[in-house]
């Protein structure tokens, strides 16, 4: 029996879009509305995109990621360090897009704790076959479709530096204040992140 819920799947181009999220978070921290954010980026080009299209394409990801966070994450985003805001917009990723949560908890991390560090696209590709046993979506999906996905996928692996441009799982060193506002959300918001068990406890627990 397939499940109902549909996988969303639009992350298909960008990246991780950190600096973007930026810029959005610290408007709506601004005018504490998303809707006058909204505008205010697109109006003035606060993301320095060279075409209409792609300003509207971009800001409206950015947006949708953005706010996925809290307000007290989006402070983080707007004046942390590089680390905390990458860590933050995957995480917001991770919130916004199932199947991407999914691959990072049961597949990047799972073999980071495995020591089997080496993620390629073929472990991307082995896990669209086993979600779309319940997800007829994935089964749908055009090849050029699939290859953006996992293009992007990767990107944002990257970007975020939870994966190297060799395709090595990096570990993940948490901020004092990312810690604050993941142990807000539950001990689960931990599990997108290549970290080992006895190191969320200690971090549930410090």
């Not at 998303?34 to 109006?43: E, N, S």
């Not at 995109?49 to 950015?62: G, N, Y």
């Not at 989006?74 to 990458?86: D, K, M, P």
């Amino acid at each position: 029996m397939r499940e109902t819920e549909r996988y969303k799947l639009s992350f298909t181009t960008g990246g991780l879009l950190a600096n973007e999220c930026r810029v959005i978070a610290a408007e709506y921290l601004r005018l504490r509305d998303w809707k006058k954010a909204r505008a205010a980026v697109r109006a003035d080009n606060l993301i320095q995109k060279r075409t209409a299209s792609a300003v509207l394409r971009i800001s409206r990801e950015a947006m949708d990621r953005a706010s996925m966070l809290s307000d007290s994450e989006l402070e983080i985003v707007v004046s942390g360090n590089a680390a905390e805001r990458h860590q933050l917009v995957w995480l917001a990723i991770c919130l916004q897009y199932r199947f991407v949560a999914e691959f990072a908890e049961e597949v990047v991390r799972e073999r980071y704790l495995t020591m089997n560090s080496q993620l390629g696209p073929e472990d991307l590709d082995i896990f669209f076959v086993k979600k779309s046993f319940w997800h007829g979506e994935l089964e749908e999906l055009k090849p050029s479709t699939k290859n953006k996905l996992r293009q992007n996928l990767f990107r944002m692996l990257r970007e975020a530096q939870i994966v190297s441009e060799a395709g090595l799982i990096l570990p993940q060193v948490i901020g004092g204040r990312v810690v604050t506002a993941l142990r807000q959300r539950g001990q689960g918001s931990f599990l997108v992140y290549p970290i080992r068990d006895f190191e969320i406890e200690g971090l549930m627990h410090a």
